[in-house]
């Protein structure tokens, strides 16, 4: 039996420790709106997951995040392993790096904005993706809510994440994508959309739930969260300088008209190489291709 109207689950480090900061006041303000809570701080990677299946076990009409996107992502996950998502409203207060995905769904970034969300809240009801992927040899599964991508773009997330984190925002973003730059090969793979397959050599293939990555990049500009679609994003063979010169027009959305980016918008993707690709889902690493993507549709509610 559920003991209060929402469990709020608070990811501490977060934002490389913003949220720890932040997380007094935000309780504050909820208790001064006369929000009716309990809450739980995770203590390891993975542990939203837990406290959010738990918290879906319980009957929590709403569970709250208050974190980042990689916060967001245990908590989906958390809420599907439960088997009851679509019973659950999903609030979100965005303390993170790089606050993508509430660009597109139309959260405040102020959490005092945000707050007020769950006062009267409305419904918005969302797709979600499903990658399933390879990790030191099993097979995975992984629920993302915003964008998966493999090979340059998850090795920019693996700098961001490892090396300047600590920088936030936008300037780790910028940062962990230069020195990939200088380092990233493109490499060979088997692209299959749709049922159509392709041999080419791509810089990086995504898979866009929402409009925004990277910390503000506008990657999908036509993206729908509920449009049972994905938009999948693919850079082919391009050469270092061109890549590096053609950074600024992601973040403006306006790199969908160079040679050699394509967008398509697809409901099954598979990704095959013979050589070693990392794979990321929210921001968050995974492992590695082949990997299988598709679409949940209708799947989430978000107070909004």
Avoid at 193 to 199: F, N, S, Y
Avoid at 229 to 235: E, G, S
Wanted: glycine fraction near 12%; charge should be neutral.
């Amino acid at each position: 039996m559920k003991s209060s109207f929402a469990k709020v689950i608070v990811n501490p480090v977060a934002g490389a420790g913003r949220t720890a900061r932040l997380w007094p006041q935000i309780k504050d303000l909820f208790k001064g709106h006369g929000f009716r809570f309990e809450h739980d701080m995770t203590e390891a990677p993975g542990h939203a997951i837990e406290l959010a299946k738990s918290a879906a076990e319980k009957g929590y009409e709403m569970v709250v995040s208050v974190g980042g996107d990689g916060t967001i992502n245990e908590i989906v996950n958390g809420l599907y392993e439960a088997g009851n998502i679509g019973d659950a409203l999903l609030g979100i207060i965005s303390t993170g790096t790089g606050s993508d995905y509430i660009r597109t769904v139309g959260i405040p970034r102020r959490y005092e904005e945000a707050c007020r969300c769950f006062l009267q809240p409305r419904k918005l009801t969302v797709d979600l993706g499903v990658v399933e992927y390879s990790n030191n040899g099993h097979e995975k599964k992984r629920l993302f809510v915003n964008f998966a991508g493999m090979g340059f773009d998850a090795e920019i997330v693996r700098r961001t994440t490892q090396q300047f984190k600590a920088l936030g925002g936008v300037l780790s973003y910028l940062l962990g994508t230069l020195t990939t730059i200088l380092a990233y090969r493109n490499r060979d793979i088997s692209l299959m959309v749709d049922g159509e397959e392709v041999e080419r050599r791509v810089c990086t293939v995504v898979m866009n739930n929402g409009r925004y990555g990277g910390g503000g990049m506008f990657t999908a500009p036509d993206a729908d969260l509920s449009d049972g679609l994905l938009d999948v994003l693919i850079i082919g063979d391009i050469s270092k300088p061109d890549l590096l010169f053609s950074l600024p027009r992601i973040y403006k959305g306006t790199h969908l008209t160079h040679p050699k980016v394509t967008m398509r918008k697809a409901k099954e993707i598979e990704i095959r190489s013979m050589t070693p690709m990392p794979l990321q889902a929210d921001g968050e690493l995974l492992g590695e291709v082949p990997a299988r993507f598709r679409v949940l549709p209708s799947a989430l509610n978000i107070a909004i």
